[in-house]
């Protein structure tokens, strides 16, 4: 037992030491038990002891015990505790340094004992917190700490995680070192529990994962279900994703969490509600994903290239895979109601087995779909039966121009997008992942999307004065059958009638200045956007 000297009077006698008692007092830890590899807090709640309060501290090795410091040296900004009125905390980032262990200590640490003290004489009575070991070097390497994750490098050790349900707490983090190839795959959480932890792709790949549930109410993904989860930086190419309900190839289910900088390709599909080529259902943020997986749920609800029904927030994202859908099929999202920001589809077809919400970017229209800077494909082949979805293609846009992401939807290439150049295919893809491939073109499917659509067209307009003050000026050696200036919300801002099918004048004096969008139709078909800033 450890305890505090304090001296007591004695009659005339001087003062002795004599061994206190201590005020009552009770701990509390977090995590709890505490963890030997985790940080901890550590709670002590006694008599008002005022604002000035320390904590004397000491570790229990197996039969021994060691000293953060000795009884003098607690009064220390060191040991300081935060708090008055009777409660105290006290934060300890590091076990092993801040009792000063070695190893083999470390390893055999089963308790800490806590006593709050005054630098007048005041004292709790001994408290004591228990202590677990915690998870050293497991995987390939790594503690789990922001400091030192978890290292991942194999199938074995993805297998691993997805079996180990302490490893998907929120304070776990683990990070990627290697592509790594799987075959069958159990994925990684449920929706009763869910992966909350940090995951770092670290820009690596993971390929050809073969995932499947078959319970109704449950999800099926890389991450089954994640809650407060953040993941970045991964890509799965070549998924085979099957489920009941709530079915993506990265994640099923996301309560919430941030999904960033994600890619997923191959082939999804869902007997039941809610399936997505990155996420089936989603509640959390969603920023700079794409997928080019084909995503089938043709006997229920909702399916959607990118998510199946979004709850949460989507920006800077797209999706090129084909889908169909019993119902509520979008090229984006099957059922948007949440937000969706400056995100684009193009993908080869959407289409319905019977309803009629279907749409080139949602499957719905009503008023909870809110969407900003929504493009779509306007080629884009559909279910000629929908009556409602949203197709967000008020006009054109060329899908291999990089100004219609960098300059329209205002995506960032400097450091997370990277504009691919290959042949006569223009597309982007995130900066610096392994195993992406052209969007127009995935394994599962040989058909035409909007990055297959090159012309020439654009230079073959002659626009001027730009930046333009009263009179923009359009002309072409080609017919030009339809002129329309738009507003980067999509809304028609000006509109002119070709002279003899060669040039024509579009009146902006009315205009306020910003940026807009001049496009042009040909008499072949073909499209042509330029960007048209007025002064």
């Known amino acids: 037992m450890k305890r505090g000297l304090i001296p007591i009077a004695l009659g005339m006698l001087a003062m002795v030491p004599a061994y206190a008692d201590g005020d009552q007092a009770t701990v509390t830890s977090t995590p709890s038990p505490i963890v030997s590899t985790k940080a901890f807090e550590v709670k002590i709640q006694t008599s008002d002891f005022g604002a000035d309060v320390y904590c004397y501290t000491w570790a229990i090795i197996g039969s021994t015990e060691k000293e953060a410091t000795d009884w003098a040296g607690s009064i220390n900004p060191k040991f300081k505790m935060q708090g008055s009125g009777g409660t105290y905390t006290l934060k300890v980032a590091d076990i092993q340094a801040f009792y000063n262990l070695t190893d083999g200590e470390l390893e055999q640490l089963t308790r800490l004992g806590f006593i709050a003290r005054t630098s007048d004489g005041r004292q709790t009575a001994d408290c004591f917190a228990e202590v677990v070991q915690g998870r050293r070097n497991a995987y390939s390497g790594g503690e789990g700490t922001q400091e030192s994750p978890f290292i991942l490098t194999t199938a074995d050790d993805l297998a691993a995680l997805a079996a180990t349900p302490a490893d998907w707490e929120s304070d776990v983090w683990m990070r990627l ?8 795959f159990a994925g990684i959480g449920s929706k009763g529990s869910p992966f909350k932890g940090h995951f770092d792709g670290n820009g690596h790949v993971v390929k050809g994962a073969v995932i499947s549930g078959a319970t109704l109410g449950g999800a099926t993904g890389f991450f089954n279900a994640i809650d407060g989860a953040t993941i970045t930086r991964l890509g799965l190419t070549g998924a085979e994703v099957s ?39 989603n509640h959390a943020s969603i920023s700079d994903c794409y997928s080019t997986a084909t995503v089938t749920n043709v006997t229920d609800y909702v399916a959607g290239g990118l998510v199946g029904k979004n709850k949460g927030t989507v920006a800077n994202c797209y999706a090129s895979g084909k889908v169909a859908a019993y119902n509520y099929a979008g090229g984006l999202v099957g059922a948007n ?33 809110s969407t900003t800077m929504a493009l ?14 949203h197709n967000a293609d008020g006009h054109s846009y060329r899908f291999i121009d990089k100004a219609t992401y960098a300059d329209v939807l205002g995506w960032d290439f400097d450091s997370v997008w990277e504009w691919k150049v290959e042949g006569k295919h223009q597309y982007p893809v995130l900066a610096g992942l392994a195993g992406q491939t052209d969007p127009g073109h995935n394994s599962f499917y040989e058909v035409e999307t909007g990055i297959d659509i090159i012309d020439t067209d654009a230079d073959a307009l002659s626009v001027f004065p730009n930046p333009v003050g009263d009179i923009l000026h359009v002309a072409s050696a080609k017919g030009m059958t339809r002129i329309g200036l738009f507003n980067l919300n999509g809304a028609a801002a000006g509109a002119a009638q070709p002279r003899g099918a060669a040039d024509a004048e579009i009146d902006c004096s009315s205009l306020e200045s910003g940026i807009y969008l001049l496009d042009v139709a040909f008499s072949d078909g073909s499209h042509a956007v330029k960007k048209i800033i007025k002064k």
């Open 177 to 184: 070192d290697a592509d790594i190839a799987l075959s069958s």
């Open 337 to 369: 109601y949440g937000n969706v920001a400056t995100s684009t589809s193009f993908n080869p077809q959407v289409n319905i087995s019977t309803g009629n919400y279907a749409g080139r970017f949602g499957g719905n229209d009503n008023p909870r779909n």
């Open 243 to 281: 489920g009941v309900t709530f079915t993506g190839a990265l994640v099923g289910y996301a309560a919430s969490g941030t999904i960033s900088r994600c890619f997923t390709a191959g082939k999804v599909s869902a007997t039941s509600i809610c399936v997505g080529g990155l996420v089936g259902e």
């Open 376 to 389: 779509g494909w306007s080629a884009m082949k559909m279910d000629l039966t929908a009556t409602h979805g």
